[in-house]
């Protein structure tokens, strides 16, 4: 299966190209790319992958807890304490996909990245599994990781926030 970037690079290459339609298929993983007619609009990409059994997340209900009015203050000044800590990046990595989160190339294998490495836009930050798939996720920007916000193995969703970048 072709990884992002490789998607990326297609829908530029066909989107510059006289080409109207693209179709590839392999191990039963289907990319179709079409324009529209007036050359005016966005290419239009259909991204199929085999079904497999899809992993559910569990929902855990948080139980609500009354705090009484005094109290209720002191939860505040600690909220905007955390939002004044929470303001020093510029940029936040996203998942592009639903997947299992990874740290590390392999088990055995040392983070491609920890908080306070410095980072280029190519660099890879962290490997996200869908379907068997192991998709590199780059940082897309130059700057810091000042937070990682994911632990390793943990089920991400699409546009889920996993790294914090001082630019």
């Known amino acids: 299966m072709l990884k992002i970037q490789e998607i990326r690079e297609l829908i530029k290459l066909i989107d510059e190209s006289s080409i109207d339609e693209f179709k590839y298929e392999v191990d039963g993983a289907k990319v ?3 324009k529209n007619n007036d050359k005016s ?3 239009t990409t259909i991204v199929e992958q085999p079904v497999a059994a899809v992993q ?6 948080t139980p609500q807890v009354e705090v009484p009015k005094e109290e209720s203050n002191v939860v505040e000044q600690k909220e905007e304490k955390k939002d004044t800590k929470s303001k020093e990046f510029d940029y936040e990595i996203t998942s592009p996909m639903v997947g299992t989160f ?3 190339p392999s088990p055995d ?3 491609f990245i920890e ?5 280029k836009a190519d660099t890879t930050v962290c490997i996200v599994e869908a379907m068997k798939l192991f998709n590199e996720i780059e940082a897309e920007v130059t700057g810091e990781i000042v ?4 632990n390793n193995g943990e089920l991400v969703e699409y546009g889920q926030p996993l790294f914090r970048v001082k630019k």
């Open 41 to 43: 609009g966005p290419t």
């Open 32 to 34: 179709k790319m079409k």
């Open 102 to 104: 990874y740290r590390s």
């Open 109 to 111: 294998s040392d983070p």
């Open 147 to 150: 937070e990682i916000l994911v």
């Open 56 to 61: 559910q997340p569990v929902v855990q209900a």
């Open 115 to 119: 908080v306070g490495d410095k980072v």
